[in-house]
């Protein structure tokens, strides 16, 4: 017996999963040369702890013996949780969206996945910015769709122009994740304005009004004042999707949401499609006991102050190396740019470059998998000494790759 051809193939790829591929090699590694020789910036796994407030509902939630307490609720979620979520939202969004728009979810994972299952139909397109996510090619492909990456301007900014060129009647939505994971740009107001203004072009000439989703698990991590748009105003065929994964470090639970404009022209049955999806997608439910961490703990945050501090710190070591980057407005990423080996080279071979890395103990995700070739990502959600120790290895590896002939 043999698992199925189309699913090998994607395995075998080379993006098929860049991150977790450089995570796993990195815990080899660690076994061989010891934890504090290697220096891993592959994964985004918040490491900041969770908040007083979350710690203390975890202790007190896990003491409780009430009868059912661990027993199915409605798929959708917890009547009080959803109510909290739509609070959340109602100020994110500035909008008035109440409990019975909102589906709980295992993560912002999850959550993509339902909705995916909700609006594509075999042939539908999805329109991402890219870089992206790496997983969002598995999400689409999950069910028929396929995803159509469209490259941002060169400071990362959305390219609404190339947008309008990829647009067809096979589009169903268009997929924004902002803070965004590789870079941490955050879009801005002017830019979202403008992207809806486009979609409801697109939708009043061809009759189809593609989804605006828009993934937002690093909402809360920004900087220098910087702030995420709401789009629920700008666009009534809007849904967002997120987690507690990033904001509350609670990656390892699960608990996430999917989020409908009340105003979208089949929102109760957006959402419906959303609940049957989680079901037969076999999630069944969101965890019930974080449900009810989450429902008295929903507007806790972490000291994001620690990561602006280490992406500070790890720009001052890539500039001291010579590597360029992205500086972000959010997130805790950087994107970087390849060295080029010589001037004849315009854009530098990233996965050659993160092997490079990896052979002197640094780890890093390669831009190809983001749809971003020339480019590798740091995630700096670490220890601020591996930071600070990983710049001679750091800049040893940048000499001997530029050295390297062609």
């Given at each position: ?8 193939e ?13 995570f ?10 010891g ?34 307490i ?8 917890y009547?009080?949780t959803r ?22 979810t ?9 909705v ?18 790496s ?44 803070p ?7 879009y ?6 403008r ?46 999707v ?34 049957f ?13 974080f ?48 060295p ?17 890395l990896?052979?002197?103990l ?5 831009g ?5 070739p020339g ?29 390297e002939?062609?």
């Open positions: 017996m043999a698992i199925a051809a189309y699913l090998k994607i395995m075998l790829s080379p993006d098929s999963s860049v991150i977790r591929k450089m796993e090699e990195g815990s080899v590694l660690k076994q061989k040369y934890a504090d020789a290697v220096f891993d910036f592959s994964l985004g796994n918040p490491d900041v702890p969770p908040v007083r407030q979350v710690l203390e509902s975890i202790q007190r939630i896990a003491s409780e013996n009430t009868s059912g661990h027993g199915y609720m409605l798929n959708a979620g009547v009080q109510d909290a979520i739509a609070s959340k939202v109602s100020g994110e969004q500035q909008s008035s969206l109440s409990g019975e728009y909102v589906v709980m295992s993560g912002a994972a999850s959550a993509l996945n339902c995916f299952k909700a609006v594509l139909s075999p042939g539908d397109e999805v329109i991402v910015p890219a870089p992206f996510f997983e969002y090619r598995h999400y689409v492909s999950n069910f028929g769709g396929k995803l159509v990456p469209v490259l941002c301007s060169a400071d990362f900014s959305l390219n609404i122009d190339t947008i309008a060129e990829s647009l067809s009647d096979k589009t169903a939505a268009v997929l924004i994740n902002s965004n994971n590789p870079t941490g740009r955050v801005s107001l002017n830019e979202m304005e992207l809806a203004a486009l979609l409801k072009k697109h939708g009043r000439k061809t009759g189809r009004y593609p989804y605006l989703i828009c993934d937002e698990p690093y909402r809360a991590i920004v900087y220098r004042g910087c702030v995420v748009p709401s789009v629920f105003p700008l666009y009534k065929n809007s849904i967002i997120s987690s507690f994964a990033k904001d509350l470090s609670l990656a390892g639970e699960r608990i996430g949401y999917i989020a409908v404009n009340p105003d979208c022209e089949d929102a109760g049955e957006m959402v419906s499609a959303c609940v999806a989680l079901r037969t997608l076999g999630f069944v439910n969101a965890n019930a006991f449900q009810r961490v989450i429902a008295e703990c929903w507007n806790c945050t972490v000291d994001i102050s620690l990561y602006e501090q280490r992406g500070n710190l790890l720009m001052a070591v890539l500039d001291r190396t010579g590597i360029e980057y992205a500086r972000p407005d959010g997130a805790f990423y950087l994107f970087c740019r390849v080029p080996r010589n001037a004849a080279v315009s854009v530098g071979d990233d996965s050659a470059f993160c092997e490079h990896k052979n002197n640094i780890l890093c995700a390669p190809t998998g983001f749809g971003c480019w590798f990502r740091m995630s700096y959600c670490v220890a601020e000494q591996t930071i600070v120790r990983c710049e001679t290895a750091l800049n040893a590896a940048v000499k001997s790759w530029k050295a002939q062609m």
